[in-house]
């Protein structure tokens, strides 16, 4: 009963922190304001809302929402960008495998932990596959929530700071859906969440309901933005569950080695950036858009963040879901081919 007084208070919390940040002007204020509050409760001992169910369901609500922005005519010039997609995202495991083996020696851990703890995946994958692999599953898990929760907190505010604004417009309808769309999205977002879990994908509650919505929308079957109360729930929810990741006694277990793997994580941070900056020079994209697509952050929040912005969501997405299967279909394969050269 004490527990879940404490996961409710926990929620109201959050919600009360979420909406001062939100009236403050805070980007990404619905998973930012739920996340440092999360985090706090957890790390003091005390039960923090962290169901699984309630955040299957806030990365479908965001996965829909993200979704209906992919219109016909953003997605006819996606294809133009899977190549830059996919070389900059093995850029980033290379990068991952200099900077782990750097990490590595840091911590005086071994090599495997060290890349894991790198590599821009899927906080839960990263950890499951460094174990398989002999490394530390524990500290990969900390450093990847690090990772996830320091992007969220310095790149969206960051970029309203130095009032990075994207050229591009998303043509989808500004007023919300109505009743019957709404309810026609619902039913592709399940239908493409059960897709994408039959066919195995990463992170299948987020991309799932994403393409689900994605279709409809290029259809024309549905237009309008998802309504602002049920985006901010969807965000609260990603938002509560990284914050949960932190508990006391997996910090501890790093100890003062915490602060050597934010020194890590802000400068892979830097070096993503200057190829993101690279990458808009080169193709003439702009720099806001170019750092959410290229940025180690997590899909769900740059996503989010780029909807929130007014960048180009389409852009973000092909980025972030052709890491997904970069990273989570070749990462092992890759540190194993580097394992055995290095033997």
Not at 13 to 38: D, H, K, N, Y
Not at 253 to 282: E, N, P
């Amino acid at each position: 009963m004490k527990a879940n007084c404490e996961r409710i208070l926990s929620l109201l919390i959050a919600a009360a922190v979420a909406f001062v940040m939100s009236a403050a002007g805070v980007p990404l204020a619905w998973v930012i304001g739920p996340m440092t509050v999360s985090a706090a409760i957890s790390l003091s001992g005390r039960q923090t809302f962290a169901n699984l169910t309630a955040r299957k369901g806030g990365q479908m609500i965001v996965g829909s929402a993200v979704g209906l922005n992919l219109t016909l005519a953003s997605v006819q010039t996606l294809w133009i960008w899977i190549p830059a997609a996919i070389v900059i995202n093995i850029a980033a495991l290379f990068l991952a495998l200099f900077l782990g083996r750097l990490l590595a020696a840091a911590l005086n851990t071994n090599p495997a932990t060290g890349y894991f703890a790198m590599v821009p995946g899927g906080l839960s994958e990263m950890a499951n596959i460094a174990d398989r692999a002999g490394g530390q599953n524990e500290v990969v898990a900390i450093i990847q929530a690090l990772r996830v929760a320091i992007a969220v907190c310095i790149l969206p505010p960051l970029m309203v700071h130095l009032d990075l604004h994207g050229a591009f417009i998303n043509d989808g309808i500004s007023t919300p859906l109505t009743p019957l769309p709404g309810f026609y999205v619902a039913v592709a977002a399940v239908a493409g969440v059960t897709s994408a879990r039959f066919l195995r994908l990463n992170n299948p509650w987020m991309i799932g309901a994403l393409l689900g919505a994605a279709v409809l929308a290029v259809m024309g079957l549905a237009s309008g933005k998802m309504p602002r109360s049920l985006f901010c729930v969807g965000q609260m929810m990603i938002g509560m569950t990284i914050g949960a990741r932190f508990r006391l006694e997996h910090l501890l277990s790093v100890g003062r080695r915490l602060w050597v793997a934010v020194g890590f994580i802000l400068l892979t941070m830097m070096c993503m950036a200057v190829i993101s900056i690279i990458f808009s020079m080169a193709s003439g994209l702009d720099v806001a858009s170019s750092l959410l697509a290229v940025s180690p952050g997590g899909f769900s929040e740059m996503a989010a963040t780029a909807d929130i912005l007014k960048l180009n969501v389409a852009l973000v997405t092909i980025f972030h879901v052709t890491r997904a299967f970069i990273v989570n279909g070749f990462a092992h394969r890759f540190w194993m081919s580097f394992a055995a050269h290095t033997r």
